[in-house]
């Protein structure tokens, strides 16, 4: 059996039905290539069938990252695949989008736990066997490789998944992918459930890949991944940072970085370039507007933080008394960078590029301007102050509204009162100032005035991204449209409005809250502007 596990992410599909989570196509493609540089095996770009947008978005990702660019090993394309129902109207959106990919993989899906089969597809288990063998072959005779999920494997009885997935096999599918589609099992038994797959499913041979996909709803996630894997699993399904419908997925750096640290346990390897992780987490993060917890594995702010007497006197005398691994191996720099107002731009570039930005000219000038802009207020300019100038300056849609000025007066002397100055899409510069219960209220209340539609804000998260009292604040809003944009789910009759996320960072936290959520803002009138239509995440009858 091999001692290499491949990564499958679905940070762009299962990761972005997290309520709120939903990414631009454009922030999906610098998702994908990020994903693609760090060395993720498969990266499953979106579900194709959910809407004209996300078809464009996973084409283009199998187009731009589904091909070696220039110079680039041919080994290190990633697969890039799309998912589909098992229908024949799915799977064709499907291999219309990933078909510009050097190597394309279609992903179908069908339900196999009694549950599942009763009450939401109302077939009996005959017919689901007969869909599957039908809708695998028809798949193969697409694409040479094909994935299949028994959606719910997790409450399925073991002997009928046997002889599902022994038809699957049969039918051609190359990956047989186990899903604990609602996180109900625990570590025993879902090493029982994947070695007696691996033992029992008939034509099971070295040529079929099982693959785990487990979910986090009694935060078992990685542990049942892990299971899957010493069970024989060699493809795990993981998100960055752990995203998902309800409480998530497995999380990518939590399963890379364990089959690392206890490589003695497991013998196992992967692709993954470890030191590209937390740059990749920061971006999905600023992407959807989840912020990552402070107690996060791997990739939270306190990962590597050390507060407790004994613990710090420990890491004085030795790294590993407390630390099971190097900071330096994620991706997180524990030097300081000295980096200030006599800085110059070749300096600046060569940082972003040991951090993973590579910049052209044009970006570097934009980069660089607000580099000075803040060194002229901060003595230091830290790596995660960086991060937060490319996530500002990069990592947003393109500016319908810009805030170009902002004036508060707060306090308990007076009403709290903001003054907006922005420049709308006629280049046109907008003046209103506006009362509020505080001053980013006030500051909401008066780019409401003049941007004119309809949110409600569900979401506002506010921190400190460096120590000191000139530490760069960042600022995550998500916002829900409240009309205009709505969409009817594909199998059900409820009606979902649209979430969006912003972000923004500055030295003033008032103007770190305006730019988050003008961003936020920008999101929602662009996919009114486009029609674009809701993408995988409100599709509840999904894999996951």
Same mark, same amino acid.
């Given at each position: 059996?091999?001692?290499?596990?491949?990564i499958?992410d679905?940070t762009?599909r299962?990761g972005?039905?997290?309520?709120?989570?939903?990414m631009?196509?454009?922030?999906?493609?610098?998702?994908a290539?990020?994903?693609a540089?760090?060395?993720?095996?498969?990266i499953?770009?979106?579900?194709?069938?959910?809407?004209?947008?996300?078809?464009?978005?996973?084409?283009?990702?199998?187009?731009?990252? %589904?091909?070696p660019?220039?110079?680039?090993?041919?080994?290190?394309?990633p697969?890039?695949? +799309? =998912? &589909?129902? !098992? #229908?024949?109207?799915?799977?064709?959106?499907a291999?219309?989008?990933?078909?510009g990919?050097?190597?394309?993989?279609?992903?179908?899906?069908?339900?196999?736990?009694p549950?599942?089969?009763?009450?939401?597809l109302?077939m009996?288990?005959?017919?689901?066997?007969?869909?599957?063998?039908?809708?695998?072959?028809?798949a193969?005779?697409?694409?040479?490789?094909?994935?299949?999920?028994?959606?719910?494997a997790?409450?399925?009885e073991?002997?009928?998944?046997?002889?599902?997935?022994?038809?699957?096999?049969?039918s051609?599918?190359?990956?047989?992918?186990?899903?604990?589609t609602?996180?109900y099992?625990?570590?025993?038994?879902?090493?029982?459930?994947?070695?007696?797959?691996i033992?029992h499913t008939? %034509?099971?041979?070295?040529?079929i890949?099982v693959?785990?996909?487990?979910?986090?709803?009694? +935060? =078992? &996630?990685? !542990? #049942?991944?892990?299971?899957g894997?010493?069970?024989?699993?060699?493809?795990?399904e993981?998100?960055?940072?752990?995203?998902?419908?309800?409480a998530?997925?497995?999380?990518l750096?939590?399963?890379?970085?364990?089959?690392?640290?206890?490589?003695?346990?497991?013998?196992l390897?992967?692709?993954?370039?470890?030191?590209?992780?937390?740059?990749v987490?920061k971006l999905v993060?600023n992407?959807?507007g989840?912020?990552?917890?402070?107690?996060?594995?791997i990739?939270?702010?306190?990962?590597?933080?050390?507060?407790?007497?004994?613990?710090?006197?420990?890491?004085?005398k030795?790294?590993?008394t407390?630390?099971?691994?190097?900071?330096e191996?994620?991706g997180?720099?524990?030097?300081?960078?000295?980096? %200030?107002?006599?800085?110059g731009?070749?300096?600046?570039?060569?940082?972003?590029?040991?951090m +993973?930005?590579?910049?052209?000219?044009?970006?570097?000038?934009?980069?660089?301007?607000?580099?000075k802009?803040?060194a002229?207020?901060?003595?230091?300019?830290?790596?995660?102050?960086?991060?937060?100038?490319?996530?500002?300056?990069?990592?947003?849609?393109?500016d319908?509204?810009?805030?170009?000025?902002?004036?508060?007066?707060?306090?308990?002397?007076?009403m709290?009162?903001?003054?907006?100055?922005?420049r709308g899409?006629?280049r046109?510069i907008?003046?209103?100032?506006?009362?509020g219960?505080?001053?980013?209220?006030?500051?909401?209340?008066?780019?409401?005035?003049?941007?004119?539609?309809?949110?409600?804000?569900?979401?506002f998260?506010?921190?400190?991204i460096?120590?000191?009292?000139?530490?760069l604040?960042e600022?995550?809003?998500?916002?829900?449209?409240?009309?205009g944009?709505?969409?009817?789910?594909?199998?059900?009759?409820?009606?979902?409005?649209?979430?969006?996320?912003?972000?923004g960072?500055?030295?003033?936290?008032?103007?770190?809250s305006?730019k988050?959520y003008?961003?936020a803002?920008?999101?929602?009138?662009?996919a009114?502007t486009?029609?674009?239509?809701?993408?995988?995440?409100?599709?509840?009858?999904?894999?996951?």
């Amino acid at each position: 059996m091999s001692n290499y596990v491949k990564i499958f992410d679905t940070t762009l599909r299962d990761g972005e039905q997290s309520p709120g989570a939903t990414m631009t196509s454009a922030e999906k493609l610098e998702v994908a290539r990020s994903l693609a540089r760090m060395g993720v095996d498969i990266i499953e770009a979106g579900f194709p069938a959910a809407s004209p947008d996300d078809l464009e978005a996973v084409r283009r990702i199998a187009a731009e990252v %589904g091909n070696p660019a220039s110079g680039q090993d041919e080994a290190r394309v990633p697969v890039i695949t +799309g =998912l &589909a129902r !098992a #229908n024949k109207s799915d799977i064709d959106k499907a291999w219309e989008a990933i078909q510009g990919a050097q190597k394309p993989r279609i992903h179908t899906f069908l339900a196999t736990s009694p549950i599942h089969m009763k009450h939401k597809l109302k077939m009996d288990p005959e017919e689901v066997v007969q869909r599957v063998s039908e809708m695998v072959a028809y798949a193969r005779t697409l694409c040479a490789d094909v994935e299949f999920s028994p959606e719910d494997a997790g409450r399925s009885e073991p002997e009928f998944l046997y002889v599902v997935l022994g038809e699957a096999i049969k039918s051609g599918a190359t990956t047989l992918n186990i899903p604990d589609t609602v996180g109900y099992t625990t570590p025993d038994e879902f090493y029982k459930l994947i070695d007696g797959i691996i033992k029992h499913t008939p %034509g099971m041979h070295e040529g079929i890949t099982v693959s785990v996909h487990c979910h986090d709803d009694l +935060g =078992l &996630a990685t !542990a #049942n991944t892990l299971a899957g894997i010493s069970a024989g699993a060699r493809q795990a399904e993981v998100t960055i940072n752990g995203i998902g419908e309800r409480a998530g997925n497995t999380s990518l750096e939590e399963v890379v970085m364990t089959l690392k640290t206890r490589h003695p346990i497991f013998g196992l390897e992967t692709g993954i370039e470890t030191k590209q992780i937390a740059r990749v987490s920061k971006l999905v993060s600023n992407y959807t507007g989840m912020v990552v917890q402070p107690n996060k594995a791997i990739v939270g702010a306190n990962a590597f933080a050390h507060e407790a007497g004994i613990h710090q006197d420990g890491m004085l005398k030795h790294q590993t008394t407390y630390e099971i691994m190097r900071p330096e191996d994620v991706g997180v720099n524990q030097t300081k960078l000295v980096l %200030g107002k006599h800085s110059g731009r070749h300096a600046l570039r060569n940082r972003l590029a040991e951090m +993973g930005h590579s910049l052209d000219e044009a970006e570097l000038d934009l980069a660089f301007a607000r580099f000075k802009e803040l060194a002229d207020r901060k003595k230091v300019i830290a790596d995660a102050d960086l991060e937060a100038i490319i996530a500002d300056e990069f990592y947003r849609p393109r500016d319908v509204f810009y805030l170009e000025g902002l004036q508060v007066s707060c306090g308990t002397l007076g009403m709290p009162t903001a003054t907006v100055r922005l420049r709308g899409p006629d280049r046109v510069i907008h003046n209103f100032a506006s009362m509020g219960t505080g001053p980013v209220d006030a500051t909401y209340k008066a780019i409401d005035a003049i941007v004119g539609t309809p949110c409600k804000l569900l979401e506002f998260n506010i921190h400190a991204i460096t120590e000191g009292i000139d530490a760069l604040g960042e600022v995550t809003v998500r916002i829900q449209s409240e009309n205009g944009l709505h969409t009817m789910d594909a199998q059900s009759e409820g009606v979902f409005s649209r979430v969006f996320g912003g972000h923004g960072a500055d030295t003033d936290i008032i103007v770190a809250s305006a730019k988050a959520y003008i961003n936020a803002l920008n999101k929602l009138i662009i996919a009114k502007t486009e029609g674009a239509q809701p993408v995988a995440n409100n599709f509840g009858v999904m894999l996951g």
